[in-house]
C-alpha cells in the first residue's frame, strides 16, 4: 500500500546523477505514492544525446511538444535529433559548456531538458515528483528549477553546497521575477562579488505564467548546516534530508584534519554524526539517508521523529534505473562472486568531496590511464585571471592547460572526470575515435554491499520490489496517513 505521512512521503527515491535517476525511475516511485526524484545535474547532455540516439518510443518528443516555448523545442529537434541514430564511432554532438553568462538559446535547451524530464516523470498519474540539483555545480542551476517548474515540480532537493540562496529564488521565478545567486569566484577577495541571474521575462513574449512554488528540502550531513539553513537561507526550507557518509554519490568530508584509513579513505567519527535531537528541536521535517535501505532502517527512521528515509543504492540496481543493463548485472552477479568492492575516494572528484566509487574485477573503468580531455564541464569553477577577467578550470581537466590556468599541480592528482564517467554509465559514453569510448565511474552507497542479500536468486528486481521490501512490516496509521493509490 501506498502510504504519505501527515501529507509528506515517507520514501524519498534519492536524487541520482548523472541519469541514474531519470523520468523513468522517478515515475515509477510516484506512481506507488512515493517521492520520485528526478537528476537534473547534467540533463541538458543527456537530453541531446537521447535525441541523438534515435529517441526511441518517441517521449523526448512528446514531452517537448508541451514545452510553452515551441520555437525552442523546433530549433532545438533540428540541431540534435538523428532518427536514425548516432551511427557506431561517431562523437556525440556537443553542446557549448556552460558559463557565468550564456546565450538565451542555451539557458532555453537547460530549461527545456529539465522540462521535458519532469514532464515525463509526471504524466500520467497524481503522484509526487522532486528534481535534484547540487548546488556546487552552480551554473546551469537557475534555468534547470525553471524549466523543472514549468513542468510543475513538486518538491526540489538540494545539496553538495549550501543552498542558502535557493529558497529565494524558487518565490522568485514562480512569480515571474529575476532570479538571482551568488556566483562563487576561486580565490575572490571580499568586494569581489558576481552574481548568475535568471530573468523569466526575458524568455517569454507575453507576460508568463504564475508557477507553483515547490517544496524545498536541503540536504545536509551536519548539524550546524540545517540550523544555518533553518534561520538564514532567503526564503522557505520546507525539510532537510539528512545524508551520511555511508551515501552514494558524493559525501561531506569529515570534520577538522582529513586522515585517512589504511585503504586511504577519509576517517569518519562521533563528530560527524548529527544529533537528531537538534534536528527534531528545530521543528521541520527531515528524512534519513544512507544505509537505509531495509524496513528496520524505516522503522526505526520513523521512531527517530523523522518524516521517513531517502534510499538511493537499492533503486539504482533496478529495472528502471538510467544504468545501462550490463552494468546492472555485472554489479549483481560479481556481488554473487565476491567481485565487487566500495571506497571512499577522497581524490576522485574535481570538487573536492570524498566520492563513492564502486570497483568490480574484471569490468573496465575510467582510470588515471584516461587521456584527459575537458568537454562536458559541469565541474568547472570560475577564478580571475592576471587581467581580471573571469575563466574556467577544472582539475580533472589536462594538466598542463589546468596549470597554464594558474592552477595548483597537487590539486589534480587522483582526480577523474565525472561528467564523462557518469555519462558512460548510463549508456551515452562519448566516442573518442579510433574505437575509443568513454569508461564508466561507477558510483552507490556502502549497502551496495548488502544488495545481495535483497535481491536473492533474482537477476533483476523492480522499483516496485524495492518499496515493498521497505513498507515491509510497516502498517499504515489510519489516524495520519493518508492513503494515495487509487487517488
Ligand atoms: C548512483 C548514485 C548517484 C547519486 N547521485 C546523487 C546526486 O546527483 N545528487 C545527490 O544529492 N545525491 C546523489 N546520490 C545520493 C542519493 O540521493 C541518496 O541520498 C543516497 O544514495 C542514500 O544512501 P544509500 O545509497 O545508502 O541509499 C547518489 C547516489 C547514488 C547511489
Not at 518517441?58 to 551511427?87: C, D, I, K, N, Q
Not at 555511508?246 to 570534520?255: D, F, L, Q, S, V
Amino acid at each position: 500500500m501506498a502510504v504519505v505521512s501527515d501529507g509528506l512521503p515517507c520514501i524519498i527515491q534519492g536524487g541520482m546523477g548523472v541519469g541514474v535517476s531519470n523520468w523513468v525511475l522517478a515515475r515509477a516511485v510516484a506512481r506507488l505514492g512515493h517521492l520520485g526524484v528526478v537528476s537534473g545535474t547534467a540533463v541538458d547532455t543527456v537530453f541531446v544525446r537521447r535525441l541523438q540516439d534515435g529517441d526511441i518510443g518517441g517521449h523526448v518528443r512528446r514531452a517537448m511538444a508541451h514545452f510553452p516555448l515551441p520555437s525552442v523545442s523546433e530549433s532545438v529537434l533540428r540541431r540534435y535529433f538523428r532518427p536514425e541514430g548516432t551511427p557506431d564511432g561517431v562523437p556525440y554532438k556537443m553542446l557549448p559548456m556552460y558559463k557565468q553568462m550564456v546565450s538565451h538559446a542555451r539557458q532555453q535547451l537547460t530549461m527545456l531538458a529539465n522540462f521535458v524530464e519532469v514532464w515525463l516523470a509526471k504524466e500520467g498519474h497524481q503522484g509526487l515528483v522532486g528534481i535534484n540539483l547540487l548546488t556546487k555545480v552552480q551554473m546551469p542551476n537557475l534555468a534547470s528549477l525553471y524549466g523543472a517548474m514549468l513542468a510543475g515540480v513538486d518538491y526540489v532537493l538540494m545539496g553538495a553546497g549550501i543552498p542558502r540562496e535557493i529558497p529565494g529564488a524558487l518565490d522568485a521565478l514562480s512569480e515571474h521575477r529575476q532570479a538571482t545567486l551568488r556566483f562563487d569566484v576561486e580565490g575572490a577577495g571580499a568586494g569581489d562579488a558576481e552574481t548568475l541571474t535568471l530573468d523569466p521575462r526575458e524568455h517569454w513574449p507575453h507576460p508568463g505564467p504564475s508557477l507553483k512554488r515547490p517544496k524545498f528540502l536541503a540536504i545536509i550531513s551536519a548539524n550546524s548546516l540545517a540550523t544555518t539553513l533553518a534561520r538564514k537561507a532567503n526564503g522557505r526550507v520546507d525539510g532537510f534530508v539528512v545524508e551520511g557518509w555511508t551515501a552514494g554519490g558524493h559525501n561531506a568530508p569529515p570534520r577538522g584534519e582529513l586522515r585517512l584509513n589504511d585503504r586511504g579513505e577519509p576517517l569518519y567519527g562521533e563528530r560527524d554524526a548529527v544529533d537528531l535531537q537538534k534536528m527534531r528541536d528545530l521543528g521541520v521535517p527531515f528524512w534519513l539517508a544512507g544505509g537505509m535501505g531495509s524496513p528496520t532502517a524505516l522503522r526505526s527512521a520513523l521512531e527517530a521523529g523523522a518524516a521517513g528515509i531517502q534510499v538511493g543504492t537499492l533503486f539504482a540496481y533496478c529495472d528502471e534505473s538510467g544504468f545501462t543493463p550490463e552494468l546492472k548485472s555485472e554489479v549483481l552477479m560479481g556481488l554473487k562472486q565476491g567481485k565487487v568492492g566500495i571506497r571512499t575516494d577522497p581524490r576522485a572528484s574535481p570538487t573536492g568531496f570524498p566520492f563513492k566509487v564502486v570497483d568490480v574485477e574484471g569490468m573496465p573503468s575510467q582510470d588515471d590511464r584516461r587521456t584527459r580531455v575537458c568537454d562536458l564541464g559541469y565541474l568547472r569553477v570560475a577564478y580571475r585571471t592576471p587581467s581580471g577577467k573571469l575563466d574556467y578550470r577544472c582539475a580533472a581537466e589536462p594538466i598542463d592547460t589546468y596549470l597554464a590556468k594558474g592552477g595548483d599541480l597537487a590539486d589534480t592528482v587522483g582526480r577523474r572526470c565525472l561528467c564523462n564517467g557518469l555519462l558512460a554509465n548510463i549508456g551515452h559514453a562519448q566516442r573518442r575515435g579510433g574505437g575509443v569510448e568513454e569508461l564508466p565511474l561507477l558510483t552507490s552507497g556502502d549497502d551496495v554491499m548488502v544488495l545481495g542479500e535483497f535481491v536473492g536468486d533474482r537477476e533483476h528486481y523492480t522499483a516496485s520490489d524495492v518499496v515493498a521490501h521497505l513498507l515491509k512490516g510497516s502498517a499504515p496509521r489510519p489516524d495520519r496517513d493518508t492513503v494515495l493509490s487509487g487517488r
